[in-house]
């Protein structure tokens, strides 16, 4: 632990040693705020959780990238994902991959539900369609003429590819693949806010380790 490594570097200081919540913003104003007289010059770093670390680096793996470890504080966007407001849309920043997960399947999952509803849906009309324009054809004898059975064969091939689009469009959607999981450092986002004369980094929205996933420990 954090603590223990303290301790075996300075038992002094160590037995001093505390670790506390804090939230995010009061870390960012501490950053760029003056120090107070007897702190000039201290500094502080960000100590990622190694679990994230691990994460970050399955991440880079999987994209072909040949590397075994990460710099800095590991956060994580999903492509795409955005948290609306009656006012604003914000771009979530994950301290958490199990976090980033939890929200994902869940987003997922709702879309999922709803598009794939009305997909089936779609598809079961066009196949009662289907089933209503053969009835038709077979209900044709003798003397409704070739014209008539002609007119109904085409419109049972018709019902048939429309009823194939829907069923195509159903298995399309249940076999979505899952977002783009991208993984991007702590201090680089912080640097990026900072110099940002644009306010293109003003929709960022940070979501701290286990705010959404019971798995997951909370952390400051």
């Given amino acids: 632990s954090l603590i223990?490594?303290?301790?075996?570097?300075?038992?002094?200081?160590?037995?001093q040693a505390q670790i506390?919540?804090?939230g995010m913003d009061q870390v960012y104003k501490f950053a760029i705020s003056p120090r107070q007289k007897g702190l000039e010059g201290a500094t502080f770093r960000f100590m990622p959780d190694m679990n994230q670390v691990k994460s970050a680096v399955e991440l880079y793996q999987e994209a072909g990238l040949d590397v075994d470890s990460f710099v800095g504080v590991p956060v994580f966007q999903v492509e795409g994902l955005n948290v609306k407001t009656e006012k604003a849309r914000y771009t979530p920043l994950f301290l958490s991959k199990t976090d980033l997960d939890t929200a994902v399947g869940n987003a997922a999952?709702?879309?999922?539900?709803?598009?794939?509803?009305?997909a089936s849906e779609k598809h079961q009309k066009a196949e009662e369609e289907v089933q209503r324009r053969k009835e038709e054809?077979?209900?044709?004898?003798d003397e409704s003429g070739d014209r008539a059975r002609r007119?109904?064969?085409?419109?049972?091939?018709?019902?048939?590819?429309?009823?194939?689009?829907?069923?195509?469009?159903?298995?399309?959607l249940r076999d979505k693949s899952k977002p783009?999981?991208?993984v991007g450092s702590l201090e680089e986002v912080l640097a990026n806010m900072e110099g940002d004369k644009k306010n293109s980094w003003g929709d960022v929205m940070f979501v701290p380790a286990g705010s959404i996933s019971s798995n997951e420990p909370a952390q400051a």
């Fill in 4 to 15: 223990g490594k303290i301790k075996e570097q300075n038992p002094k200081l160590g037995r």
């Fill in 180 to 182: 783009k999981v991208e």
């Fill in 151 to 172: 007119r109904a064969e085409g419109a049972v091939r018709k019902a048939e590819e429309k009823s194939a689009k829907a069923l195509a469009k159903l298995q399309a």
């Fill in 109 to 118: 999952e709702e879309r999922e539900v709803k598009a794939t509803a009305s």
């Fill in 137 to 141: 054809l077979a209900s044709l004898d």
């Fill in 20 to 22: 506390l919540p804090v």
